[in-house]
């Protein structure tokens, strides 16, 4: 049997693509082995899982491989190429050219210029009112053409519930040392989002939810013709279940992060422009307290790894952004100009 360590090992060799490469940049995360060559991008799943995802067979992954392609090529349908099988031919000649038995799945990926992402291009000061404006028509456009999920909607809301509870559930944990700076904030967003509740049940059955990216931050968005919006989240329908106001608010939110805070603004009118019923500023406010907490417990979920990356930019980072969800509590975004 090829295990993963053989796979990876084959394909950071850069005499295992059928497009000729001189290097392999090889990058691991938490889900996946990424290999990029100089023209293109091979994603393989690890056979993982865990409470929130399920890679651990060769058809879930093939599923979500296929899943990665279908979802992405809603924003991104000139970068995501296709699904391609991992063979073994013999004992252990592993090939991409077709020939064999299928031991794995790949997502190919052209590979975009990591300068004109827009977490890239904010840092170096080279991001304009109009491509915002381009990324927030992109944006509308997408979300006016997704059917409302009236059905699945009440997803939405149980999400923002389960999830708040495992942000307080990790930023509370004692040895993290979070937990004096995180309880008062997690607090004011739990009642806040009690009191949203309500408006959030009306915006559902109103139809003004939506099946989304599930996962859009700066990092994620390509400033080129055309604008390129990658890696939506794959693995979990319901966390695509959303309302388009808290996800456009979460790519400003962390434009912010990065010092870019008139980003947000001309983000939220761009979409209202296109797509009305804007929520209320004090629900616009607990989706962003929310999703701040969510991106602090998420840093500090790197510090219960076995084997911790880069172990003191974790908990800075965390209390950034628990300072952050205090701000959004304090200081809804307003509208954007008229």
Not at 177 to 204: H, T
Not at 312 to 323: D, I, Q, S, T
């Amino acid at each position: 049997m090829i295990d993963l360590a053989a796979k990876v090992r084959f394909l950071s060799d850069p005499k295992a693509y059928p497009h000729a490469t001189a290097i392999v940049d090889v990058r691991e995360t938490h889900m996946s082995w990424v290999f990029l060559t100089d023209d293109r991008v091979y994603k393989l799943k690890k056979p993982v899982k865990y409470p929130f995802l399920d890679f651990s067979t060769l058809w879930r992954r093939r599923f979500f491989c296929e899943e990665e392609l279908r979802l992405n090529r809603r924003l991104a349908g000139s970068t995501y190429c296709s699904v391609v099988a991992l063979r073994c031919e013999g004992p252990d000649r592993l090939n991409l050219t077709g020939q064999g038995s299928v031991i794995d799945w790949l997502v190919e990926m052209k590979r975009l210029p990591q300068a004109d992402l827009l977490d890239a291009r904010l840092r170096q000061g080279n991001v304009t009112e109009a491509d915002v404006r381009r990324i927030g028509q992109l944006l509308g456009d997408f979300y006016s053409a997704c059917p409302p999920e009236i059905v699945d909607g009440p997803l939405y809301a149980k999400h923002l519930i389960e999830e708040q509870a495992v942000n307080r559930a990790i930023l509370g944990r004692p040895e993290l040392g979070m937990a004096n700076v995180a309880l008062p904030v997690l607090d004011r967003v739990d009642q806040a989002l009690e009191r949203a509740l309500p408006r959030i049940e009306r915006r559902i059955s109103e139809g003004r939810i939506v099946e989304g990216h599930g996962d859009l931050r700066p990092e994620h968005v390509f400033i080129g013709e055309p604008i390129q919006i990658i890696d939506a989240l794959e693995f979990s329908r319901p966390m695509r279940i959303v309302d388009p106001y808290d996800e456009i608010n979460y790519l400003g939110l962390e434009c912010a992060v990065l010092g870019a805070f008139w980003v947000r603004p001309i983000l939220l009118h761009t979409l209202e422009a296109r797509l009305g019923g804007r929520t209320d500023d004090e629900t616009l406010a607990v989706y962003g307290g929310f999703r701040a907490l969510l991106r602090a417990r998420l840093c500090m979920a790197h510090l219960l790894d076995a084997h911790v990356a880069t172990p003191g930019k974790w908990k800075p980072l965390a209390l950034a952004y628990v300072e952050r969800a205090k701000g959004e509590l304090n200081s809804p975004c307003r509208p954007g100009p008229r």
